[in-house]
């Protein structure tokens, strides 16, 4: 029941913006899209979420289409600390705010 | 930052024992999770809690699996009889409503 669907894999070189795409073409309107990463083995991160609107903060920027039905994630300014599995996700508000973890994005910070 | 902690960082089980996972959640948050994350596969959903209950759980968590939040301000995780495939990492992770934040993940290897 995958709700996004992201590339397997990209890289970026350090430095430089990396644009991290997703689809989610079925999303309903409650639904929020999220953006988590996964360093290594760590915990997943928080970075950003949004519901329609273009979002900003410290990390990066979240740009949801008019549509709703795709967005893309921008780091601004890649570093090798930013390699890591980023995961799109879309989420309602109705069942506890749980989170469904797909397979992700794997992004390889390049020097 | 506040942030979710988790003991212990790793254990070591022989199969067929008891093992609980502990959690602090950040304080003021009401929604608990426990996910976990087999080796070199996706982070999967367990169980959900709020109000002192259980509000969602998965076909994984299974009568071997509890949780409790004894008292306050821990959240436990109890998997009573280890199998080997239960060795994994697993991760709590809190909720205000809109972020769900986790922890750095307890590994469990079952022995």
């Known amino acids: 029941d995958a709700k996004t669907t992201q590339p397997t894999s990209m890289d970026c070189a350090e430095g430089r913006a990396a644009n991290l795409p997703c689809n989610h073409s079925?999303?309903?309107?409650?639904?929020?899209v999220y953006w988590y990463r996964q360093i290594h083995s760590q915990g997943p991160q928080y970075i950003i979420h949004?519901?329609?609107n273009n979002e900003t903060n410290e990390m990066a920027s979240l740009i949801i289409t008019e549509d709703r039905k795709s967005s893309t994630l921008i780091l601004p300014h890649a570093t090798l600390r930013d390699t890591a599995v980023y995961y799109c996700?879309?989420?309602?508000?109705?069942?506890?705010?749980?989170?469904?973890f797909g397979a992700g994005t794997t992004v390889t910070v390049r020097a | 930052e506040p942030e979710v902690t988790q003991t212990p960082s790793h254990q070591v089980t022989q199969m067929g024992q008891e093992v609980i996972l502990r959690c602090v959640p950040i304080?003021?948050?009401?929604?608990f999770y426990w996910y976990r994350q087999i080796l070199g596969q996706k982070v999967e959903f367990l169980v959900s809690?709020?109000?002192?209950?259980?509000?969602?759980k998965s076909e994984i968590f299974d009568d071997q699996f509890s949780v409790e939040r004894p008292d306050g301000s821990n959240f436990t995780l109890k998997i009573r009889s280890t199998k080997l495939e239960d060795s994994a990492m697993y991760f709590c992770?809190?909720?205000?409503?809109?972020?769900?934040?986790f922890g750095e993940g307890s590994w469990l290897t079952v022995v």
């Open positions: 809690f709020y109000n002192n209950e259980i509000s969602e």
């Open positions: 079925t999303i309903s309107g409650n639904e929020y």
């Open positions: 304080s003021n948050h009401l929604y």
């Open positions: 996700i879309v989420q309602g508000i109705s069942n506890d705010y749980k989170l469904s």
């Open positions: 992770a809190s909720s205000s409503r809109y972020t769900i934040y």
């Open positions: 949004g519901l329609k």
